[in-house]
């Protein structure tokens, strides 16, 4: 802590681009270059690295949950081998179930698609698109790492307990989680997850206040807001977002764990569990999901526009052409997050909510789908003549664009309170979320590690990898979760784990196992790509051109293996918008050249 | 020793896929790096338009196989006009999937790097921009319009003629009241409820609403085809939720908040069982919230008969509180006027 304390006003120096000249020679630790390092780029590469082992372990427990769903009833003796009582016999029992399920969904939406996605790029992206030496507070950014770190480690912990760690859903919706009688999973696990929680919204904001001010404050001379390339502006609202609705989960949260270990009422009422009369009268269990949701709706944009933002990059970049129509792609961004606070209602219209205050929510939520169909007719017209090179980068960018059209789709369905009366916690509602937010937005960041490692690390990633990475992913999602939304039509509730005693949903046994069949193979091809990662970072192809891609924006004229303070000499100065591709006849113009005498304009 | 040679195996397609991996970087590198991107480029696009096309044949070959096994007709009114606006949703939003996912990878393949084209410098059209604002906004106030239209349709008071039935759903039971003779549901407290005491509900035996209720569990529910019926919905413990896929409906069940919902089956268990050419057919009730470690299990069932059907069954049954209080039963009373200190022995 005393290093990384000391280190601080080095950095507020650097800042002064006259002493820029002489920084990164500075002699840095191993400690306090990689572990409390307080530049921006391994911060990006510590949420990153942090995430991607995240991602192992959530997705390896969404396999696991998928051989009970494709087998159930089947033994696997060696699920008995790693996880002891949890998996009797080979047996998945319903508490190891649920526990996977629960733990599942927070790890990949918190810890990969909030910290890993949004954390990784908003530090690696910002100071170095916007031009400036590091973020506005470099040492606060890293405690924002550090306590991510530290809700890791809660999280995880909870996992070795002996009732195992939370398992009422990634919501946790009380009474479930709140009473300890009502599993086991609301024991010590519910507590752990809670104060996981809690650190990790401490570490969301400490990061949003960060991406927030640098971005505003700390532009280099001549970038206007209006010359921000988009993923700083997707990063911008991510980040104000975060900044507004975190808290409201971190109070939500405060008051589940009164409710559990004060003794207060705040959500519990009228409760009688196995038997046992409990004394609480007069709190909403339906307040919980408010308060939840007035986080968890913006999260699910949390999670996507840092996405959003970076296809619109590399769809530009790599169809050497303008990204069209940039202050609509950004009034959109703004729509979107406007409107991401109105519509958490959506969640709830099977709740007992009044129907008239339903009918608001229906309207707003279906208002969300102009923006977005802003955003995909632009990325189309992006496309339409340009150039396009097919760099795993790009692929990952139009799969994310072909996903998000699907689920986006769905999504219609599901925001209109009249047909969620039907379709509200089926497996429709699991095909689309997972579409439009969990798999898009992997694919955006699939999309920005591709694109960007070269920048992170000075070396390609494997390109014959990456696209195999890409075509068996894409088939796989769509194999998985396109046949999933006829589960949904027909009235599959989720988090069913055994289907065989009910006479309406036992029809798809055969669509069941096919689907985790597929969804090994798509784990597998994730782990080829982790091993293409870790190995690239060391044996990769080395970049010789600090510009590989022909790319406009600022993080391109650093050096190839930018040291802390990122350019050596002045930072440089803009002059135009990061996207003149192929204009007057040049592939591309970076936004540091002045406009020239017979420039055109657009 | 099996799982040992799938590992095995496993390892060895990865070993193999990364020295193919590593192999082809380097004859890029020696066949010249521009001129194998290039062709790698054309491949990729290639494929992009291969997907698209299996892409669309998956559609319909995914359809085909599935279509059967979704519910069926809905069997309540309700049910009719949530399909109704599923398939207009359906129709509109299918027509707008494959117009975007066409032209996507369309373009895709189109437009990939060619020697002979330049990228048209294109950034803005104010126009078209305004022209794919206001056609998705005209279509979702249609959208919006229907869908509330139907909402409110189903989710407004309960006609006057409703029959009233109460359903608890517990850890992982549900449990059922219908409001006897008076038609009014008895009171009841959740600090009354006491399993030993034969009071599963709660209910206040002070409320002579509640003389006449009849408590039902372990078996169906029993309703009337084509008469409207409300729902009184509760839980116990944790958050349930009553859902019947075959009428589309559904509502939460929340301790301490009771809710309503109201439909009218219109197809008895019969006529379903002949439709669907199954005579095991059963309408059933899942829950739909995620509850606890039995949630997959909680499963009821409802039978839907016409009135006579039904007016045998509910006078099979005998109300709870005659039961609590045997001497109260006034059949009982005829028989056996002797014991009269059975309903204090019953209270405690």
Redesign the interface.
Known sequence: MSEAAHIHPEVAVSHDVHHGGDHGHHHQSFITKYIFSTDHKMIGKQFLITGIIWAIVGGLFSVLFRLQLGYPGQTFPILETFFGNYAEGGLIKPEFYYALVTMHGTILVFFVLTAGLSGTFANLLIPLQVGARDMASPFINMLSYWFFWLASIVMLASMFTQTGPASGGWTMYPPLSALRQAGDGSKIGADLWLVSMALFIVSALMGGLNYISTILNMRTKGMSMTRLPLPIWALFFTAVLGVLSFPVLLSGAILLLFDRNLGTSFYLSDIVINGEILPNEGGSAILYQHLFWFLGHPEVYIILLPAMGMVSEILSVHSRKPIFGYMAMLGSLFAIAILSFLVWAHHMFVTGLNPFLGSVFVLLTLLIAVPSAIKVFNWLTTLWRGNIRFTPATLFAIGFVSLFISGGLTGIFLGNSTIDIHLHDTMFVVAHFHIVMGVASMFGMHAGIYHWFPKMYGRYLNNTLGYLHFWVTIIGAYLIFWPMHYQGLAGIPRRYLDKSSWLSFNEFGELDKMITVVSIVVFAAQLMFVFNFFYSIFKGRKVTNPNPWGANTLEWSTPINPGHGNWEGEIPEVHRWAYDYGKDGREFIPQTEPIGANESKH | MQ?FFIVVI?ALG?LI??Q???A??YV?IMRGEEKS?KQ??KV??F??LI?LIG?MI??YY?NER??G???GAPASD??V??DT??YI?IA??GV??FI??I???W??FK????DK?????????NK??LI??VI??IT?TV??G???F???K???EAPKNAMVVEITG??FKWEYRYPGKDKILGKKY??Q?D?AANNQL?QLWDDPANHDDIYVTGEPMHLVVNRPVKLVIGA????H?V?L??F?????A????P??MWFTPTKTTKQMREETN?P???F?I????????????M?GEIIVENQEEYDAWILSKKPKYLTVFPDKDPAKQKADTTKPAAATVARN
């Open positions: 799982t496993l990865f896929t990364f193919i991996a590593k082809s970087e890029g991107r790698t480029n990729n696009a494929l992009l997907f892409g998956g559609v995914c599935l279509k096994k979704i519910l309700h049910g006009n949530i606006m599923l949703t509109i939003t707008v999937f975007t996912q032209i996507l990878f373009f895709s437009y990939q790097e060619s084209r330049k990228a048209y410098y294109y950034p803005h059209n078209l921009e794919w604002t998705p906004a979702l959208l919006v229907f869908g509330i139907y909402w409110f189903i989710t407004g517990s850890q959740f600090k409820i399993d709660g116990k413990d944790v958050i939720d859902g896929p075959h589309r409906m559904k509502m939460d929340v301790p301490g908040t809710t309503t199954n095991a057919f059963m059933e899942s829950c739909d919230q995620m509850c606890g470690r039995g949630h997959f299990g499963r």
